[in-house]
């Protein structure tokens, strides 16, 4: 029985299917770990660990290098709770035309005014008077499961959207919405959108991307929303583009000290997939993918290791994590077959620096073939799986 370790609390949604598994937050020496926004740099890794399963979609809070040369294979769970950060997004757009935030919060003071409210609120509300949104350009930077959602969504709502995305795959492109316009570089995005929302993960490429040059490029007065990651935007940047107008509002998930208190700056607290409906969504998806791997090998929503996934054939799989060098195959099936094995079954993927090999064998291998496999340079990591 494997030992999954809870690092956060998952919804309960999961315990199904982990119910022949050893799951709890008290694990020592897990097989593999589910985890939400623990911060896993410091976790000390032992032998066992096979792989760690994120239910949500940032992976910023788990050393994946490091992972990936080990063989531990880190899994997110991509679309499970875009619904929810979209319903989050389309409720920003709303907050960056209208000045619905500030306009609750003079309400408050009007308390105790007794029969004069209903006169001060129509004497007051000309100070919180906000643009639409209809007829705006939205520009949406990334578009994975969440960016099409927020794009397609803001599309229906009568906004004229931009979308930018250098690796757009097929199957992305094909689910949004044919009038949504896909811009080939990012600065095409900038100069035309009153509002721009940015769905890309936070990697060295694009912490920052929001700095004084990149704010300088964007229409005067736009709306800048990030639920992304807090890092994308240089804070000292923003503030400077808010105070000049240049941003006429930055709406954040990821609320940093410095802004907090800035006019037009409203932070939320990451609230983006805080719903039972992501959590359940993202909790099952993770645990089916990490249930999936430690039992067959397969690989799928990995953010490290390609997708490798093929119905179980013969009497044994043989699981290769190894560097993307030339001569690997050749080598693998030649100690395959030194141990007299029939391949009954083969799939290689890369993906970067390193690839993944299933191997189905007609009959279980001698535990000297693993040493074998596991002593060709480039191999990371074998297991076989009964
Ligand atoms: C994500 O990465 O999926 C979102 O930021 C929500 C979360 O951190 O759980």
Same mark, same amino acid.
């Given at each position: 029985?494997?030992?999954?370790?809870?690092?956060?609390?998952?919804?309960?949604?999961?315990?199904?299917?982990?119910?022949?598994?050893?799951?709890?937050?008290?694990?020592?020496?897990?097989?593999?770990?589910?985890?939400?926004?623990?911060?896993?740099?410091?976790? =000390?890794?032992?032998?066992?660990?096979?792989?760690?399963?994120?239910?949500? &979609?940032?992976?910023?809070?788990?050393?994946?290098?490091?992972?990936?040369?080990?063989?531990?294979?880190?899994?997110?769970? =991509?679309?499970?709770?875009?619904?929810?950060?979209?319903?989050?997004?389309?409720?920003?757009?709303?907050?960056? $035309?209208?000045?619905?935030?500030?306009?609750?919060?003079?309400?408050?003071?009007?308390?105790?005014?007794?029969?004069?409210?209903?006169?001060?609120?129509?004497?007051?509300?000309?100070?919180?008077?906000?643009?639409?949104?209809?007829?705006?350009?939205?520009?949406?930077?990334?578009?994975?499961?969440?960016?099409?959602?927020?794009?397609?969504? &803001?599309?229906?709502?009568?906004?004229?959207?931009?979308?930018?995305?250098?690796?757009?795959? #097929?199957?992305?492109?094909?689910?949004?919405?044919?009038?949504?316009?896909?811009?080939?570089?990012?600065?095409?995005?900038?100069?035309?959108?009153?509002?721009?929302?940015?769905?890309? =993960?936070?990697?060295?490429?694009?912490?920052?991307?929001?700095?004084?040059?990149?704010?300088?490029?964007?229409?005067?007065?736009?709306?800048?929303?990030?639920?992304?990651?807090?890092?994308?935007?240089? #804070?000292?940047?923003?503030?400077? &583009?808010?105070?000049?107008?240049?941003?006429?509002?930055?709406?954040?998930?990821?609320?940093?000290?410095?802004?907090?208190?800035?006019?037009?700056?409203?932070?939320?607290?990451?609230? $983006?997939?805080? #719903?039972?409906?992501?959590?359940?969504?993202?909790?099952?998806?993770?645990?089916?993918?990490?249930?999936?791997?430690?039992?067959?090998?397969?690989?799928?929503?990995?953010?490290?290791? =390609?997708?490798?996934?093929?119905?179980?054939?013969?009497?044994?799989?043989?699981?290769?994590?190894?560097?993307?060098? &030339?001569?690997?195959?050749?080598?693998?099936?030649?100690?395959?077959?030194?141990?007299?094995?029939?391949?009954?079954?083969?799939?290689?993927?890369?993906?970067?620096?390193?690839?993944?090999?299933?191997?189905?064998?007609?009959?279980?291998?001698?535990?000297?073939?693993?040493?074998?496999?596991?002593?060709?340079?480039?191999?990371?990591?074998?297991?076989?799986?009964?």
């Amino acid at each position: 029985m494997a030992d999954i370790l809870k690092l956060n609390a998952i919804s309960p949604l999961a315990d199904g299917i982990f119910a022949n598994y050893n799951y709890s937050d008290k694990i020592e020496e897990p097989d593999g770990i589910m985890v939400r926004s623990a911060q896993m740099a410091d976790y =000390p890794v032992g032998k066992k660990l096979l792989a760690v399963a994120r239910a949500g &979609a940032g992976t910023n809070n788990i050393p994946v290098a490091a992972y990936t040369e080990k063989g531990i294979v880190v899994f997110n769970t =991509p679309g499970a709770n875009a619904n929810a950060v979209k319903e989050l997004v389309i409720c920003e757009l709303f907050l960056g $035309g209208r000045k619905i935030c500030e306009a609750v919060d003079w309400v408050k003071t009007l308390k105790g005014k007794g029969a004069e409210v209903g006169k001060l609120v129509e004497k007051g509300k000309g100070d919180f008077v906000g643009g639409e949104i209809t007829g705006k350009t939205l520009g949406v930077i990334g578009l994975g499961a969440i960016g099409i959602a927020v794009a397609n969504a &803001a599309y229906a709502l009568g906004m004229n959207v931009v979308g930018c995305d250098p690796y757009l795959s #097929t199957a992305n492109a094909l689910l949004l919405n044919p009038a949504v316009k896909v811009a080939p570089a990012l600065d095409d995005v900038y100069k035309a959108c009153d509002y721009i929302s940015v769905h890309v =993960p936070l990697t060295p490429d694009t912490k920052g991307m929001f700095n004084g040059k990149t704010i300088a490029a964007l229409k005067d007065g736009a709306v800048l929303i990030n639920n992304s990651r807090g890092e994308l935007a240089d #804070t000292q940047a923003v503030i400077s &583009a808010l105070e000049s107008g240049k941003l006429s509002r930055y709406i954040t998930d990821f609320p940093a000290d410095e802004l907090i208190g800035v006019k037009n700056a409203i932070c939320v607290p990451h609230l $983006g997939a805080s #719903t039972p409906e992501a959590e359940d969504n993202c909790a099952v998806m993770a645990a089916k993918q990490l249930t999936d791997y430690i039992e067959n090998g397969n690989v799928t929503n990995s953010v490290n290791y =390609p997708a490798v996934s093929a119905p179980r054939e013969g009497a044994a799989r043989i699981c290769i994590h190894h560097k993307n060098v &030339a001569n690997m195959i050749a080598q693998l099936t030649a100690a395959v077959s030194s141990f007299g094995l029939n391949i009954e079954n083969m799939t290689d993927k890369s993906k970067g620096d390193y690839a993944y090999c299933l191997i189905d064998v007609n009959v279980a291998p001698a535990a000297e073939l693993k040493e074998k496999l596991a002593a060709i340079d480039g191999v990371v990591r074998v297991r076989v799986i009964i």
